[in-house]
């Protein structure tokens, strides 16, 4: 069976300092992956997807970046974070190829403080 | 543009039946999902219509109408871990996913 694995669960960071979550997913291979940000009260916002390694689409012009080294893995991160970064991001996948009925498997999420 | 329209918060009875509506106007379509989000949690999913009619999987239904741009959920037999929001969130035209704000489900005693 496929799993998702997200970490860290929590992070509190200061304005201006780096960020880097990171996602692995196991039981399947060359998934479709995302990187999401859900604000509170608010829906989600999709900030990057990639079908292949290296090949990332950005949907936000912001100051996150996400990288793709492996297969599996799926990598957000900030130069320097603003307060605005703040936020519940999530990561998820589906099988790869356009198709109607992929469903996204989300990890646990990563809530993210910035002070 | 793009969007999903769905109650803010609603509020139903242990063991009645409640439901949630969402309406879209989407570039193309290529299908309906529902997920539940218990606070602090990730989505999980719970539904997928692409064709019109209505879908049942246990104690939860969902129904879509693509003319009319229009789906539920049912939920019956309510219990208190139901409390949660509810996400609709419709496939485009491109294959990318677009999320309504959710509906935030209330389960009184």
């Known amino acids: 069976s496929q799993t998702i694995h997200q970490w860290p669960a929590t992070l509190v960071q200061p304005v201006g300092s780096p960020l880097s979550l990171e996602c692995t997913v196991e039981?399947?291979?060359?998934?479709?992956l995302y990187w999401y940000r859900q604000a509170a009260g608010r829906g989600l916002q999709l900030l990057f997807y990639s079908v292949g390694i290296g090949q990332i689409s950005s949907e936000v012009p912001q100051n996150l970046s996400a990288s793709r080294p492996q297969d599996r893995q799926f990598i957000l991160s900030s130069k320097k974070l603003l307060l605005s970064d703040s936020g519940f991001y999530l990561c998820?996948?589906?099988?790869?190829?356009?198709?109607?009925?992929?469903?996204?498997?989300f990890g646990a999420g990563s809530r993210l403080t910035v002070l | 543009g793009q969007n999903i329209d769905q109650p803010t918060e609603m509020t139903a009875t242990e063991g009645a039946i409640v439901q949630i509506n969402c309406t879209y106007q989407t570039s193309g379509f290529n299908g309906l999902f529902w997920y539940q989000q218990h606070a602090g949690e990730a989505p999980t999913f719970l539904s997928y219509?692409?064709l019109d009619g209505l879908e049942e999987k246990g104690r939860f239904s969902s129904f879509l109408s693509r003319s009319k741009g229009y789906s539920y959920l049912l939920l019956k037999e309510l219990q208190m871990k139901d409390s949660a929001s509810y996400l609709c969130a419709v496939m485009d035209s491109n294959y990318q996913l677009i999320w309504g704000a959710g509906t935030k489900l209330i389960i009184k005693p």
């Open positions: 998820a996948w589906s099988k790869g190829g356009p198709s109607g009925a992929n469903v996204l498997t």
């Open positions: 039981g399947t291979s060359n998934p479709n």
């Open positions: 219509n692409v």
